[in-house]
Nanobody, 125 residues
Framework: QVQVVESGGGLVQAGGSLRLSCAASGRIFGYYAMGWFRRAPGKERELVAA????????YYADSVKDRFTISRDNAKSTVYLQMTSLKSEDTAVYYCAADSHGYASRWYAFPDPFWGQGTQVTVSS
């Protein structure tokens, strides 16, 4: 199995920035697509951003496009989510996910991921 641990959440003012980190262990990190999900109170879980195992392709939800950036450092077995221009609606628990599966046209589907424990991001306004 793969273990993933998130860090970097916290309280930030609207318009501010945070950088989340996700450290993976247990398997070869470089062969897994990595993603960030979030779940806000009263809402369904949402895929925020994803990055291919080789880092070539990325995916972003429309709600965060041009504000968030996902990246990975396979040498450190770590994936990052740089969040800028944060809004109150970004408040959620953010979860890191790792998945070696996927569909031909949707590698970011995460059909059976390993999950991190989550890290809270709170944006005040």
């Amino acid at each position: 199995q793969v273990q993933v641990v998130e860090s970097g959440g916290g309280l930030v003012q609207a318009g501010g920035s945070l950088r989340l980190s996700c450290a993976a262990s247990g398997r070869i990190f470089g062969y897994y697509a990595m993603g960030w999900f979030r779940r806000a109170p009263g809402k369904e879980r949402e895929l925020v951003a994803a990055i291919m195992w080789n880092g070539v392709g990325t995916y972003y939800a429309d709600s965060v496009k041009d504000r968030f950036t996902i990246s990975r450092d396979n040498a450190k077995s770590t994936v990052y989510l740089q969040m800028t221009s944060l809004k109150s609606e970004d408040t959620a628990v953010y979860y890191c996910a790792a998945d070696s599966h996927g569909y031909a046209s949707r590698w970011y589907a995460f059909p059976d991921p390993f999950w991190g424990q989550g890290t809270q991001v709170t944006v005040s306004s």
